[in-house]
């Protein structure tokens, strides 16, 4: 069971930046993801991230703003948002995966974190 905490979320204005995080339990060669979820929507994709951080594939909906990393010794995934819009509002989810490839479908991952409320207002 790898267990998964979000930290960081919060409110700011459009523009503005957020940093997320997300600790995990040891999970051996484990790629790891962020989804978001706003009310009464299924979960989108936000990236995905390979063991060591190697690769990453991110939703057209963020990327060249959005930028993951991860720290492996740390045990430790970050989501480094930047030029938020109100678009951007919702619940941030990390998950992991039993496998090292990027995956960019929420059933391909195996545990999920409880969230963090990211609110950008305009």
């Known amino acids: 069971q790898v267990q998964l905490v979000e930290s960081g979320g919060g409110a700011v204005r459009a523009g503005e930046s957020l940093r997320l995080s997300c600790t995990f339990s040891?999970?051996?060669?484990?790629?790891m993801g962020w989804f978001r979820q706003r009310p009464g929507q299924d979960r989108e994709f936000v990236v995905s991230?390979?063991?060591?951080?190697?690769?990453?594939t991110y939703g057209d909906s963020v990327r060249g703003r959005f930028t993951a990393s991860r720290d492996d010794i740390k045990r430790i995934v970050y989501l480094q948002m930047s030029n938020l819009t109100p678009e951007d509002t919702a619940v941030y989810l990390c998950a992991a995966r039993d496998g090292i490839g990027t995956h960019t479908r929420d059933f391909a991952y195996r545990w999920w974190g409880q969230g963090t409320q990211v609110t950008v207002s305009g």
């Open positions: 991230i390979t063991p060591f951080g190697d690769r990453t």
């Open positions: 040891p999970c051996n060669r484990c790629a």
